[in-house]
C-alpha cells in the first residue's frame, strides 16, 4: 500500500518538466517509491543516488 507521502512524491515527479528534477529524502532507502514511479509512468523518469544512508538516502528523480 502507498502512503500519502509517497502519492505527493509521485504527483510532483509526475509535474516536473523535460530533464528536471527532485530529490527525495528518506531515513531508509525509497524503493517502494521509486517502484510506484516506475510503474505509473514507464520510461518516462530515471533516479540515482546522490546518498545511500545509512541515516539519509538521497535520490535525484528526473524526467526524460
Known amino acids: 500500500v502507498v502512503g500519502p507521502a509517497e502519492l505527493v512524491r ?4 509526475h509535474l516536473l518538466e523535460d530533464r528536471h528534477g527532485l530529490v527525495l529524502l528518506a ?3 525509497p524503493v517502494p ?3 510506484q514511479v516506475s ?3 514507464p520510461d518516462e523518469f530515471g533516479w540515482t543516488y546522490d546518498a545511500s544512508g545509512p ?3 538521497a ?3 528526473t524526467r526524460r
Open 27 to 29: 531515513p531508509h532507502d
Open 10 to 13: 509521485v504527483a510532483r515527479a
Open 59 to 61: 535520490v535525484r528523480l
Open 55 to 57: 541515516d539519509t538516502w
Open 33 to 35: 517509491v521509486l517502484e
Open 39 to 41: 510503474a505509473s509512468y
